[in-house]
């Protein structure tokens, strides 16, 4: 995988085409984004996500949950 140094070595290297396509390509993943962190605040407040919420309280609460390194990516 790329650092964040070298991807942004590779967009200072585009031309102005491209670093205009990879603009117009992140604000779509941005608005992506936004429809999806409106559709999980919609399903939290109706209730949607109750089942999971309590299924993870009564994981936790057998002891089943373990923690994630902090700083680690998979």
Do not use: Y
């Amino acid at each position: 995988m790329l650092t964040v140094e070298e991807i942004q070595q590779a967009i200072v290297s585009l031309s102005s085409e491209d670093r205009g396509r990879l603009h117009d390509w992140m604000i779509e993943c941005e608005d992506a984004w936004d429809d999806w962190d409106r559709q999980i605040a919609a399903d939290a407040r109706g209730g949607t996500l109750d089942s999971l919420v309590e299924r993870a309280k009564a994981d936790k609460e057998k002891g089943l949950l373990i923690n994630l390194p902090v700083g680690e990516q998979s």
